[in-house]
């Protein structure tokens, strides 16, 4: 019923919201929130229309939320708030495959007084295809965050069991708008049990996801004989069939959270069996299946998310031989896991990405790593655009720069998977948002207020230098009143690394120095070491001698504590 | 041909290994050796050839065809694969243990191919081992009969395609506690757990009836019949009613052992076996009778209740009154040594060579359904084989290299210390280790009785 209510709220706003929303502006704006124009020209900026496209000199005209022209030649109406592009580069705005943010979670219906754990009503054994995630979605600092990292389009995912409900795909512009482009993108499903119930293990699931599915495609035999046929008894027509006859109908596809190769191998299977049209999600661990993937003509949403390092830079020097085997195993495990998106490419699968469970700030980190792994930055551009755009038949409207396409750009500092390209501004929806770029990355952690400066522990740092960038360890550890520690540098006579004691250890306040000595052919050189530290991170300069100084970076690594 | 074969596949590339969802198959040509064929004696000095995963000849100063090895065992013995009619090893999940009934879960779901045990069990000279459900529930799940093709990612790779579809069944305190202690429902005691069982085969009854009314009633024109609702758990009994299921049953006490001899006669079921069935001993010629036999542990009892009333003679009585017994593990531990758990029946009860060995290979081979194609050496059969150094009764004997449909996946020579499939990208060194709990039956069941579980043991 509330969902009843709600959808028609939703058709209402939908209809009638231009109309109402322009006589609300057209006498007074008593929020203050109103713009003054929503005509926008981004002029002479570096514009990548699509993946693969090079950047040309252009100025974009958006208006009202559609893109009216981009090219050089273009008049800029009157009303338009011209925004100087010239040090900017504009994408087309990311399109995220499948995500949990500003979902909230149902709350559990109660339990019937006659409850039988072991046929328990669809609703509460986590059956609920008939669920939208429009219903549990709100703009939130989720949300906020994805926008920030350059998301304009999201496919929302509704939380639940094993058949939580259907996705639907919101644009990320003004929270005080309906923001739903498209409802019942896809039917949700994962080999999720329920805790002490039926289905509770995912082999029951997988045999409980054959029998809704059969019913379901029974259930419409049935209702479509009813209809066609006079003397047919009628068909009994129950919530799980209802949200399920798209997806047995073939219109809606199902988007099976799978991560690892055993569980695509599993979906694989469901899919053979009973022919659903199929977009595997949650994709980290499938490098030995992307034959078989291909083969299924499945859609593929990866995890925008690369393994975390920890296990392998926690590896030991001193390790005994066969410890040291196992670790080259870890190391080629992770190494092959990093080239798998590149794989795909490889395979000619269209992925996108999903960032459902990943952390939103480290996105951009992680298809660094993906592209320098193998991954080419079209294909990574396409899989933040074009091909999610696709999979849920956005193309029309979304995924490039074109002319009459949704307003929804990205507006970086540098191109996009450069390594200090910043976001300044999304536009979403034809809505500006403007962040704030710092000249040299590096946030400071906030609240470091009370003035006590740690530096002891394990220091990553990187540094630039004509020769190339450098990086090592510096390990510092309190001695007394004083610190001491050692550095680890790129070794000048060859490949590998140096170590070598740091001395002359000082802290004031924030500001941190210390140096050491490297032997290089018969030389004996004094680095020195400045900077200053916030939070974790550590920005400075390196000043080698009389051969000039270099940017120095640090973060102090959390998980290592320095050795003693 | 060969040649040409081989051509079409560098010609085809890819696709080749596509089209052809075909398991590795080997030759080889294994000279010299002890063959303890299990069904036609021992033959001395002899040779055994095995082409294209297929036992071929078996006799002396035969010759390799050529590019098939050939592998000297003079003074070695070599038996059939061991067969391991009760394993838990290659499943991620054990147990539905949700529903007295879940005869719709299918262990072929979520079989395993990377897990060590696997492994660790052709180490041991297994080569197919039948990797059941648990036995949480009356009826449970449909098992897995796995061939031990250690090396692959894909679990189709493992599954036996051609055994018969088996199903768990279990009696007793373990679906009694689950469900009647744990969740108040049936059976709550072994009365219930009867009723279970027959009141499911009378739905099943009524289930098969209401299809084929419809099916008779659409085929007619202008019919107005609608297809009843679809019910995999029903249809699985069904399919126990036709015959094409063979029940594996859990079992411990006479009284209930013969219980259910009576509800498989009652509905015409002749495909049962029981398995660790440790009273068996006081009606073993019914179970000779109307069974396939009795599954049993060699010496292992006591860990509960229901399993005092135990005898390591169990397997000898068993097998002298003509039931068809085999000896199994239960445990990723017990599986590497069942040739040691087969000659406790020497020591208990005076079996045969023979006798013991037909008891982890071809007598499993027949509970399970593929005696046909594996558990001793003929000519014809899979080239599934063990080479020890001396005779696999032998406490000191150690298996040396193991085969499956004639491809070697086990040699002690070649054993590295390092043997997983799967390596996480994000775990330093994994705990590797044996998984020591002694039987998985109850595992993904914890949670529905952890009050009870500190009350009674949990096997």
Known sequence: MKRTLFKASVICMLLGGSILSTKGFAQSDPTGKKRVTDTYAITNATVFTAPGKAGVKSTVLIKDGIIMGVGSNLSIPA??????????????????????????????????????????????????????????????SKVEDLRKSGFTLIQVVPEGGMIAGKSAVMILGNEASANLIKENTAL?????????????????????????????????????????TPGVKRPAINDTYAGMKDVVSKTTPVMFSASSELEIRRVLKLQKELGFNLILTDLENYEGVINEIKASGAG???????????????????????????????????DKSIAQAGKLEAAGIPFAFTTAGVKTGDIGKSLKTMIDNGLSETA??????????????LSREAGTIEKGKMANLVLTTDSLFSADSQIKHVIADGYIFDYETKAKKKASEAGNATGAVKIAGNWDYTTESPAGSGSGIVAIQKEGNDFGGTITYDDP??????????????????????????????????????????????????????????PFEAT???????KN | ???????????????????????????????????????????????????????????????????????????????????????????????????????????????????????????????????????????????????????????????????????????????????????????????????????????????????????????????TATAPEY?????????????????????????????????????????????????????????????????????????KFEVYYSTAFNAAILNANGAITSINSDSAELIRHLYHEAAKTQRYGGMTDDEALAMITINPARQLGISDKVGSIEEGKQGDLVIFDSHPLSTYTVPQMTFVDGVKYFDIKEDKNDQRLAVSPTEMVEDVYLRIETERCMQDTEHLFEMTSTLFNQN
Request: proline share 4%; with cysteine; hydrophobic share 40%.
């Open chain 1, 380 to 393: 990574a551009l396409a899989a933040l655009t074009t091909n999610p755009a696709a999979m849920m038949g």
């Open chain 1, 188 to 228: 949700a499903a994962s080999f999720r049990g329920s805790r002490g119930m039926y289905p509770g293990t995912a082999a029951g699931v997988m045999a409980k996801f054959r029998d809704v599915y059969k019913n379901a495609e029974l259930t419409k035999t049935n209702s479509d004989k009813f209809a066609s």
């Open chain 2, 1 to 223: 041909m060969k040649k040409i074969n081989y051509f079409l596949a560098a010609l085809l590339g890819l696709s080749f290994s596509f089209a052809s969802a075909q398991t590795p198959k080997g030759s080889v040509l294994i000279k010299n050796a002890t063959v303890l064929t299990v069904t036609k004696g021992t033959l001395q000095n002899t040779d055994v050839l095995v082409q294209d995963g297929i036992i071929k000849k078996v006799g002396s100063n035969l010759s390799a065809p050529s590019g098939v090895q050939t592998i000297d065992a003079t003074g070695k013995y070599l038996m059939p694969g061991i067969i391991d009619a009760h394993s838990h090893v290659g499943l991620d999940v054990v147990n539905e243990a949700t529903s007295p009934i879940t005869a719709e879960v299918q262990m072929k779901d979520v079989v395993n191919p990377t897990e060590i045990g696997i492994y660790r069990a052709l180490a041991g000279g297994v080569t197919i081992s039948h990797a059941m459900h648990g036995s949480a529930n009356v009826i449970g799940g449909q098992n897995a009969t796995l061939k031990h093709r250690w090396g692959t990612k894909n679990p189709d790779d493992i599954i036996m395609a051609d055994a018969p579809r088996t199903i768990k069944f279990a009696l007793g305190e373990n679906p009694t506690r689950v469900h009647g202690r744990g969740n108040g429902i049936q059976p709550r005691s072994r009365m219930g757990v009867e009723a279970v069982i027959r009141n499911g085969f009378n739905e099943a009854i009524q289930y098969k009836k209401a299809w084929a009314d419809y099916n008779a009633a659409a085929s007619q024109k202008g019919s």
């Open chain 2, 231 to 303: 019910d995999e758990r029903l249809q699985t009994l069904v399919d126990i009613l036709d015959g094409k299921i063979i029940i594996h049953c859990h079992s411990y006490r006479a009284d209930e052992i013969y219980m259910l001899i009576n509800v498989a006669r009652d509905f015409n079921i002749s495909k049962l076996v029981f398995q660790h069935t440790n009273e068996g001993f006081k009606v073993a010629p019914e179970i000779a009778q109307y069974t396939m036999g009795a599954s049993v542990f060699a010496d292992w009892w006591a860990y």
């Open chain 1, 493 to 550: 006579s060859g490949s590998g690394k140096a170590t070598a004691p740091i001395k002359d250890v000082k802290l004031d306040g924030n500001s941190l120095s210390f140096a050491f000595e490297v032997n290089a052919q018969g030389m004996s050189i004094v680095v020195e070491i400045s900077g200053k530290v916030e939070g974790n991170s550590m920005e400075g300069i390196m000043a080698v001698g009389q051969f000039g100084s270099f």
């Open chain 1, 79 to 140: 009303e338009a708030r011209q925004i100087a592009g010239d040090s900017l580069f504009i994408y087309p705005g990311f399109i995220d495959g499948a995500s949990n943010a500003g979902i909230t979670k149902p709350k559990d219906p109660e339990r019937p007084e006659n409850f039988v754990s072991s046929n328990p009503p669809d609703e509460i054994a986590g059956i609920t295809p008939w669920r939208s995630a429009v219903d549990q979605f709100a703009m939130d």
């Open chain 1, 300 to 334: 593929v949403l990866i995890k925008a998310e690369v393994p975390d390092d920890k296990a392998i830079k926690a590896q030991k020097e001193d390790a005994a031989a066969d410890v040291k085997a196992q670790y080259a195993r870890v190391k080629e495990a992770y």
């Open chain 1, 556 to 562: 102090l690594s959390p998980s290592l504590t320095a």
